[in-house]
């Protein structure tokens, strides 16, 4: 009786856990690109960003900063 609704749970926490493990990498990206960075100006603000607003700040790193490098 409730095993269509605990597997369409269960599909949906697998989707859960893959968008939580890209967007988890996508964090640790933008921070270890932050760290090599030589000659950065406001690396302290960025790692605030970063630390503070998790994965907002990965996606706001990557389009502010990360983009224009290329």
Partial sequence: MFMPFL???MGFGGFAMI????LGVLWLWMLIDLLQRKRFEDKLVWLLVLIFLNVLGAILYYFLVYSRKR
Avoid at 19 to 22: K, P, Q, W
């Fill in 19 to 22: 968008v939580l493990l890209v």
């Fill in 7 to 9: 597997d369409a749970m």
